[in-house]
């Protein structure tokens, strides 16, 4: 005699109750990204260079975040294209050479909408639109120069350095 079982899935419920209370999702508010290490890092590094980015620390995390980039690239940019906002074009806030090229200069109002419109036009443009996965493809639509990844590499490993350098910036354990 053969016995056959038939297993049937069966589903299985989560009860809401049992978080609903206290398991409340919110987005990052841009006020709270003051207290991310990240910020005290990228305060830190912009400092130490005299970049008159430094009050904007918080706006290249916030920025990173929202768009979904290394919280790095911004700011390595514009170590490659301005040494950190102090080489731009007269009153144009624009630290990234954003569509920069001969005579045509893109102005910001200020540091903060140059650092959310590079942020985003990155994500949407440059990797969503385009396929640019890193940062030698995102350099071969965004620079004329071929050297340009090689910099933002750079740039990014000078940062990464700093971070390690600096570990009193970074998250503290509690045992």
């Not at 120069?145 to 600096?166: D, E």
Request: proline letters at 4%.
């Amino acid at each position: 005699m053969v016995t056959i079982t038939i297993l049937v899935p069966q589903r299985i419920y989560a009860r809401e109750q049992a978080s609903a209370s206290s398991a409340t999702i919110k987005p990052t508010e841009f006020n709270k990204v003051e207290d991310d290490y990240r910020v005290k890092i990228v305060e830190k590094y912009l400092k130490s260079y005299g970049s008159p980015m430094t009050e904007n620390a918080k706006d290249f995390v916030y920025y990173a975040d929202k768009y979904n980039l290394d919280w790095r690239l911004v700011l390595a940019i514009s170590g490659v294209e301005s040494t950190y906002g102090k080489q731009i074009p007269p009153y144009s806030y624009n630290g990234w050479g954003w569509g920069v090229y001969g005579d045509n200069v893109i102005r910001f109002k200020s540091w903060k909408q140059g650092i959310e419109t590079v942020s985003q036009g990155l994500r949407e443009q440059y990797i969503n639109k385009w396929g640019g996965q890193n940062v030698y493809q995102i350099g071969a639509i965004y620079a004329s120069s071929p050297h340009w990844a090689n910099s933002v590499n750079i740039h990014l490993n000078m940062i990464q350095k700093f971070v390690l350098a600096s570990p009193q910036n970074t998250l503290s354990l509690s045992l």
